[in-house]
């Protein structure tokens, strides 16, 4: 068991972005729904605390619980929820990557998820048809966030060609088109909350790649305080100082000096020994000083 662990840490370490997200997720759906089995097989239940994640479409209950606005998008109703949701981060995370960078990817997925929300409480507030259901309306899911990221793509590329299954080749902003035209048509449905979330993701996408291409990243005021906090909780080792001993490195230079000094002075004195008496008068040593000292 702890290897596996070991192995899953390893490779959300290293994995990229759109699978650290998928990481997260998975983690927070399997944490939350064995919590869920484990309780009912007592008759118990944490479902109202469970709602302390997920985003109330009522402003007096979010005033409450305000950090609901970034849990939800990592919270899920079941496996098809996420499966789906996944599966879309999968495909279109890696696309994204291709003309943005990682930091955009995750800066976009928390803006479309925050930007979704506050359209599904503002719309519920608004539209006299949603009143009713205000109280004990509440969202969750990623859909929001994965649609930021597709939206985004779609404005950077939007001729990039996507195969589908049955349907074959679909231009990106097409595929985008038809399933922004999908929500709208089916604003008033049972997930009325989750089609209305996925316009406001949209609009978050589309207002990142728009400003990026004139320069301006409106993601920098979420990525900001995300470095910061990996930072703190990041616990990397830190890197060993290393020990000058100055007094040794001078001992060292003294006594290469030294010796370097001595050796010019005896093939100075070999050299003289040389003139004076011919080289028949050196000693074997002599001449090995000699011979050894042109080679350098």
Known sequence: MATIITDLKDKF???NIYIQLIYINVAVFVLTTLTEVMLQLFNRSLGDIFEW???????SRFI????????YMFMHAGLMHILFNMLWLYWFGALFLNFFSAKHLRGVYVLGGICGGVLYMAAYHIFPYFRPMIDYSFMLGASASVLAIVAATAYREPNYPIRLFLLGTLRLKYLALIVIGTDLLFITSSNAGGHI???GGA?????FAAGLSKGRDVTVWINKPLD???SLFSFKPRK???KVHYGESRQKDY???ARKKAQSEEIDRILDKLKKSGYESLTTEEKKSLFDASRR
């Open 197 to 199: 979330a996925h316009l």
């Open 203 to 207: 609009l978050a996408g589309l207002w």
């Open 255 to 257: 006594d290469y000096n």
């Open 240 to 242: 060993p100082k290393m």
């Open 64 to 71: 409450l619980q305000p950090w609901s606005l970034l849990t």
């Open 13 to 15: 370490r290293k994995g």
């Open 53 to 59: 994640l997920e985003l109330p479409a009522s402003f």
């Open 228 to 230: 910061a906090l990996i």
